[in-house]
Structure formats: structure tokens, C-alpha cells
């Protein structure tokens, strides 16, 4: 298995600042992903990001709004720019290891 | 990609064995299916997955029926512990390929009633 830490484990914003989330996990892994989880509803695909290559992110997600950096094989970082409220969710990340997707526990985002 | 549906919610008496249910009619033939669980303030947790065959593992039991239109996650003896979101995925492309996707839907809301 994989084990994955993310930062901050929550934390509160005040609209139009920018949060930057670490993910690192325990072991080298090729593919890590970026979800969000909006209040009450299931997890929705930010963007797939690979070490070496630009991160590839889902429709309706955008790179100025969520820049992510890979600069190695246990480390991911996700940005969310210029918050406003709608931007309150959970942010989780998630790497591929041996054919198994492992999820941290998220970041807890409320946007005031 | 290959959708599912799961009954939004279910019930299961502790000790009792839960059967969710998942209809995947429109799966492809190397396509796998994966479940996860999220319980309430933590991320997802991989329960198990399978193509065609039945498996087992220490958490779980999977039945593919022999079409692989559908699929019941089996938890033999369900425990307050287990009450949870339970989600039934069809993975997209292969482990680690460029179009690999792990796509969420509204999953099943097991309660675990003492």
C-alpha cells in the first residue's frame, strides 16, 4: 500500500488569497491525482498529474485556477487561486500504486 | 465510459451480511471493477476489484455475475464500523496508461443499525 500525507489538514481562507496543498507519499509513484469533494456530494477529478509532464485536468478545471507541480516521484503540490466561497470542498490526492488507488485524508477548505 | 448505478441507500443489522448491489450493463470486456469506501471525514479506502472473476480478501468478497453487467460487494458480517459510503467503479483504461481514470458516482449509503 501506500501511505500519503497531505497539508494542511484544514484550513480557513479569506476570498481572492491563494492555498497551496502538499501531498507526499511513502513510496515513488508514477501517477498522482487531484480530486475535490463539494459538501454532500461524491469526489470529482481535478487533474492527473505525472511526474516530468504537464498535469492533465478534467473539464471545467483549469490550470490558472489549480496550478500543480510534480516535481518528483513522492511529491505533488495543488494550488487553489484567488479562493472565493464556492471554492469551499475537500481537496484529496491520490496515487497509483500497483493497480490500486490510494487517497489521503483531504484538506478541509472553507472560503469565507 | 462505462457508468454504474447503486441504490442510494441501504440497511444491514450488525453481524448480519451486507449485499450491495451495482449495475455496470455498459462495461467493456477489460474493464475492471473497482470499490472503494469513504467513511464519514476520511478519504476513500480501496475495499477490491476484479474482472471476471469472484474474489475474496480479508475486508471483502466480490461477485461478478458471468455477463460482468453487474457486480455485489459482499461484506460477511457487517460491523457499526462498516457504515460508510460504498462506491462501485469501472476503471477506464489500463493501470498507469495515459487515458487511466477512476471516475466517482454517488455511491451507497450503508447504515449498520446495532
Known amino acids: 500500500s501506500a501511505v500519503i500525507s497531505q497539508k494542511p489538514s484544514r484550513d480557513i481562507c479569506q476570498r481572492g488569497t491563494s492555498l497551496t496543498i502538499q501531498c507526499q507519499v511513502d513510496?515513488?509513484?508514477?501517477?498522482m491525482f487531484w480530486y475535490r469533494q463539494q459538501p454532500g456530494q461524491s469526489l470529482t477529478l481535478i487533474a492527473t498529474?505525472?511526474?516530468?509532464?504537464?498535469?492533465?485536468?478534467e473539464s471545467g478545471f483549469v490550470i490558472d485556477k489549480f496550478p500543480i507541480s510534480r516535481p518528483n516521484l513522492t511529491f505533488s503540490t495543488l494550488t487553489v487561486s484567488n479562493m472565493s466561497p464556492e471554492d469551499s470542498s475537500i481537496y484529496l490526492c491520490?496515487?497509483?500504486?500497483?493497480?490500486?488507488?490510494?487517497f489521503g485524508a483531504g484538506t478541509r477548505l472553507s472560503v469565507l | 465510459d462505462a457508468k454504474t448505478t447503486q441504490p442510494t441507500s441501504m440497511d444491514c443489522a450488525e453481524g448480519r451480511a451486507a449485499n450491495l448491489p451495482c449495475n455496470h450493463s455498459?462495461?467493456?470486456?477489460?474493464?475492471?471493477v473497482y470499490w472503494y469506501r469513504q467513511i464519514h471525514s476520511q478519504g476513500p479506502q480501496y475495499i477490491i476489484h476484479g474482472l471476471k472473476n469472484n474474489e475474496t480478501n480479508e475486508m471483502a468478497s466480490l461477485i461478478i455475475t458471468e455477463d460482468r453487467k453487474s457486480s455485489t460487494l459482499i461484506l460477511p458480517h457487517a460491523t457499526l464500523r462498516d457504515t460508510a459510503v460504498y462506491y462501485c467503479?469501472?476503471?477506464?483504461?489500463?493501470?498507469?496508461?495515459?487515458?487511466?481514470?477512476?471516475?466517482f458516482g454517488k455511491g451507497t449509503l450503508l447504515t449498520v443499525n446495532p
Open positions: 491520490s496515487v497509483l500504486a500497483k493497480n490500486i488507488q490510494y
Open positions: 455498459t462495461i467493456s470486456g477489460n474493464e475492471y
Open positions: 513510496s515513488q509513484v508514477t501517477m
Open positions: 498529474a505525472n511526474q516530468g509532464s504537464e498535469a492533465t485536468y
Open positions: 467503479i469501472v476503471r477506464v483504461g489500463e493501470s498507469g496508461g495515459s487515458n487511466y481514470k477512476l471516475t
